[in-house]
């Protein structure tokens, strides 16, 4: 498997919670990788790793805590569950802002997790989905010129032909071919979904 399939990550210092886990995630069908500590899953983790974290909080070395906010501070969003049997509000509240999608308590049913873990795969999908599609938009608008960037600018800002013609010092039929360019070049449907782009990529 490569770091774009999608994987269940479980990390947890309990051989016994491991065990059980991997019987839960195989029975389930979803793929599942285990570790024993923070330091061994960040040995072996890539940042485009797709799929979700399954963490227990009190570990030796590196606490899932810990963990958790080294991955936010290398930009890793991947979603991640905290399931520990320590569990505490300062706990709960720290790991909720950090991003955490679930805080669950042990044990946990395996029809629950399961669901969770689905979730938060759809999560991870959904996200990389919008970072490809903002990806593609960037690169569709990184071939305009310093002109069709300034024209687009302005159509952002609601300008007609008429009102662009005359703050670029253009003819108006200048302006429509330009538009027409960036039509073609952002590969948008209309001039709403050129807008929507520009927006959407930060060139605007």
């Given at each position: 498997m490569t770091v774009h399939t999608p994987m269940v990550h479980v990390v947890d210092d309990d051989p016994g919670m491991r065990k059980s886990m991997e019987f839960v995630m195989q029975t389930a069908d979803l793929?599942?990788?285990f570790f024993g500590s923070a330091m061994e899953f960040l040995a072996a983790f890539h940042p485009e790793t797709c799929g979700c974290l399954i963490l227990d909080l009190r570990m030796p070395?590196?606490?899932?805590?810990?963990?958790?906010e080294q991955l936010r501070r290398n930009k890793c969003e991947l979603p991640v569950i905290v399931v520990t049997g320590h569990a505490d509000i300062p706990a709960a509240v720290r790991s909720m802002k950090l991003g955490v999608v679930e805080f669950l308590e042990k044990p946990v049913e395996p029809h629950i997790l399961v669901?969770?873990?689905?979730?938060a795969l759809r999560i991870d999908t959904e996200r990389r989905?919008?970072?490809?599609?903002?990806a593609a938009m960037k690169a569709r608008l990184a071939s305009l010129t310093p002109r069709?960037?300034?024209?687009?600018?302005?159509l952002v800002m609601g300008n007609s032909n008429k009102e662009i013609a005359q703050h670029l010092k253009i003819s108006i039929k200048t302006v429509a071919n330009h538009r027409a360019h960036l039509l073609s070049k952002s590969q948008a449907l209309n001039t709403a979904?050129?807008?929507r782009i520009a927006v959407l990529a930060g060139v605007c």
């Amino acid at each position: 498997m490569t770091v774009h399939t999608p994987m269940v990550h479980v990390v947890d210092d309990d051989p016994g919670m491991r065990k059980s886990m991997e019987f839960v995630m195989q029975t389930a069908d979803l793929p599942a990788r285990f570790f024993g500590s923070a330091m061994e899953f960040l040995a072996a983790f890539h940042p485009e790793t797709c799929g979700c974290l399954i963490l227990d909080l009190r570990m030796p070395d590196l606490t899932g805590i810990e963990l958790l906010e080294q991955l936010r501070r290398n930009k890793c969003e991947l979603p991640v569950i905290v399931v520990t049997g320590h569990a505490d509000i300062p706990a709960a509240v720290r790991s909720m802002k950090l991003g955490v999608v679930e805080f669950l308590e042990k044990p946990v049913e395996p029809h629950i997790l399961v669901t969770h873990v689905h979730d938060a795969l759809r999560i991870d999908t959904e996200r990389r989905r919008k970072a490809a599609d903002m990806a593609a938009m960037k690169a569709r608008l990184a071939s305009l010129t310093p002109r069709e960037i300034d024209l687009l600018r302005l159509l952002v800002m609601g300008n007609s032909n008429k009102e662009i013609a005359q703050h670029l010092k253009i003819s108006i039929k200048t302006v429509a071919n330009h538009r027409a360019h960036l039509l073609s070049k952002s590969q948008a449907l209309n001039t709403a979904d050129l807008v929507r782009i520009a927006v959407l990529a930060g060139v605007c």
